[in-house]
């Protein structure tokens, strides 16, 4: 099952801007320690932000923590992407069971 996480980009720049989202980039919940779901981008995003604007983005999101309860709330943008291919939910979980390297 996959999930829809939204985030918002606020463009401060004069010019319209390209951002992207890469496959298997990791949101962890804004709230350490709360037993929820972090989870990982399911395919590249790819978008224009028009100058001096904010715009909110839905990104499909997969779990990455199998045993922990489903995601709710806000999320963070991390520095961490899942590396290994995967397109299933159940590859996920595996690659991140099996494959530490997978990070």
Known sequence: MSWTAEIVINNTTPYKCPF???KGQIFEN???GTGLQN???IRDY???I???TK???SIEVLCIN???RPPSGQLNLTNLQV???FLSQNELWELMNNNIDGI
């Open 66 to 68: 199998q045993h922990l």
């Open 39 to 41: 989870v990982a981008a």
């Open 30 to 32: 804004k709230k350490m």
């Open 20 to 22: 992207k989202i890469k």
């Open 50 to 52: 028009p100058a001096n």
């Open 55 to 57: 715009k909110a983005v």
């Open 46 to 48: 790819f978008f224009e």
């Open 83 to 85: 590396t290994g291919n």
